[in-house]
Structure formats: structure tokens, C-alpha cells
């Protein structure tokens, strides 16, 4: 089977514009944050990342209920305002918590 060249050539650019439409759609996808209802959504690398923290303690986190999540194709993911109240709420409760325990030591 043997083709000519120019037939060959017409694949290959057929082929090329191929691959930089493919590499266009890529690079949109990955500039493109995900979002919900306009709110961009984290996974939970990001997440991990962000709070320097362990895939348990997230777990620990999702499972007491105080960080809501969303499954979206088998992957989880967390509302950038979810994970800003969750931090608010979990830095306002550290003092509360210092001061429930150092009344218990004087109490005692």
C-alpha cells in the first residue's frame, strides 16, 4: 500500500490541527476552575494543601459533619465560602476551648 506524498502530507496536517484543537480544550479545562452555582469547588488535594493538614483529619472533618462536601463523578469536592467558614468556625472555637480548659484547672 503505498500512498503519494502529498495525500501523506494532507494527513499529517489533518492530524496536526487535530492535536492542537485537542491541546486548546486541555489547556481551557485547566484554567477553568471548577464551579458550582458560580462558586469555584476544591478537591482534596486542594484542600490538603490549603490547610496543611491529613487525609484522615479531612476524613474526620467530612464525616463529623463540620466541612460540607459534594461528590461530583466519584471525586469530592468542597465550596471555597464552606471551607472559609469552616476555618473561621474552627478559629474562633480555639479560644473558647483554651478557656473551657484552663477554668476546669482552676476549678479543680
Known amino acids: 500500500m503505498n500512498i503519494d506524498r502529498s495525500e501523506f502530507v494532507g494527513w499529517m496536517e489533518r492530524i496536526m490541527d487535530r492535536f492542537d484543537l485537542l491541546a486548546?480544550?486541555?489547556k481551557q479545562k485547566k484554567t477553568r476552575p471548577n464551579?458550582?452555582?458560580?462558586e469555584e469547588l476544591l478537591d482534596n488535594y486542594?484542600?490538603?494543601e490549603m490547610l496543611?493538614?491529613?487525609?484522615?483529619?479531612?476524613?474526620?472533618y467530612r464525616s463529623s459533619g463540620r466541612l460540607p462536601y459534594y461528590t461530583i463523578s466519584g471525586k469530592l469536592y468542597y465550596k471555597h465560602s464552606d471551607v472559609h467558614r469552616f476555618i473561621r468556625e474552627s478559629f474562633n472555637a480555639f479560644p473558647r476551648e483554651r478557656k473551657k480548659r484552663s477554668q476546669a484547672k482552676e476549678g479543680q
Open 46 to 48: 486542594d484542600l490538603l
Open 52 to 60: 496543611k493538614i491529613s487525609a484522615r483529619s479531612l476524613q474526620r
Open 24 to 26: 486548546d480544550q486541555i
Open 35 to 38: 464551579t458550582v452555582d458560580g
